[in-house]
Each structure stands twice: as structure tokens, then as C-alpha cells.
């Protein structure tokens, strides 16, 4: 009797907000209908391997791409870019040269364009170690974020593979309750997992959605 009434008001409130969702989406609050709902979300792999993955990331990095550009064909013209660059993560090398010290005497003898090319050559030194260090951070940046795509691809199968189990078991439950009429808690308690295999199969598509886009996002494709 007590399960029969539990059945009976979590119908009642189903029922109950069934029919304000109706009322809100502009549909009759009073038609029998159950509203259908459907996921948008496709689970989807992981779409790359980690060698074309890294490509990407390299090619799409900002500060990457500075650097290969300045090693390319910088000049002594471009020097405060180069400056500009080496201070994003070196403060101190980014700074402008003091017309004392070394720089400065080597001045007196090849003048400035001599200091030019030689803070040139050291800078290009500098941006070349740089580079190796940034490429290595994009790069662990990337294949953790590939690892957590395919980690949650994962968990979404295991996912999928409960909500499908308990599925089978409510029909079973439902088909022999038809035929022999009983076995009421038993089928009761499989629905309640079933639903709860479903919650975490939806928790788990829009995981793996969310690692897509910071995936993305490392790669530097993030709405393209």
C-alpha cells in the first residue's frame, strides 16, 4: 500500500510539472500528452591523434608564431618586438640595453649598428630557447587535453552501458509483472535506477562536450 501511494504522487507531480512546462512553452496545460525530449549533444571520439593535435596547436599558437616569424626574418629594426616577446615571460631579458657595460663599450668600436647586431644575435639566442620551452608547455597542454576527451569518451561508454543494463532489467521486471503480478518493489527500484543511469548518462555526454571545447580551445580551433 505504501509503494502504491508513492507510485501515485510521483505520478501526481509529473503530472503537476508537466503541465506548467506545457503552460510556459505555450502548449495546453490540459493535454494528456507527455512532453518528448530529446539531447542535442552527439557523444562524440576524440578527433584527432596526438601528432596531428600538436600540429595544430603549434601552427595556431599566438606566441609560437611570433617567435617563428621574428627568427625568420627579423632584423635589428624589429628589435623591440623582440624585446617585447622575451618580456612576456622573462622580464629582465626584455629590457632595453643600458648605455653602460659591455654592450655600450663594444659601441666605441664597431658603433650602433655593431651593438645592433650583436643584441640581435643574443636576442634571437634567447627567442630560440623560448620557443623550445613555449612548444613543450603547448604541447603537455595539448595531450592533457586530448587525455581528457578520451577519458570521458570512456566514462560516457560505461555510462551508457549501465542506463542500457537497467533498461533491460525494467523490461524483463515490467514483462513478468504483466504475466504474473507481482514483483511491484522489485520493478519500482530498477526504474529508480534506471533514472538514475539516465541522469548520469546525460551528466556524462555533457562532460565529454565540455572537454571537447576546452580541447579545442587548447588547440586554438575554438569556433572555427
Known sequence: LQLDQQSLKLTYDRT???????????????????????????PRPPGYALPEALEIARAHDVELFAIRRFLQCGDVDDLDL????????????????????????????WGHVARSQQELSTRKQQLRTLYASRQEQVDLEVAAAL??????YLELGLA??????????????????????????????????????RSQLLHAIVELELAHVRLDGTLGTLGH
Request: hydrophobic share 35%; proline share 5%.
Open 16 to 42: 503537476r510539472l508537466t503541465a506548467r512546462i506545457k503552460t510556459l512553452i505555450g502548449q495546453d496545460a490540459l493535454t494528456p500528452e507527455a512532453i518528448e525530449t530529446t539531447c542535442a549533444l552527439e
Open 82 to 109: 623582440a624585446r617585447s616577446l622575451l618580456q612576456t615571460s622573462f622580464p629582465l631579458l626584455g629590457q632595453t640595453p643600458e648605455t653602460t657595460g659591455p654592450l655600450a663599450k663594444l659601441s666605441l668600436v
Open 160 to 197: 551508457r552501458d549501465t542506463h542500457d543494463s537497467w533498461q533491460t532489467r525494467v523490461d524483463v521486471l515490467e514483462s513478468n509483472r504483466e504475466l504474473l503480478r507481482e514483483g511491484y518493489p522489485e520493478l519500482l527500484a530498477a526504474r529508480g535506477e534506471r533514472l538514475k543511469a
Open 147 to 152: 587525455v581528457d576527451v578520451e577519458q570521458k
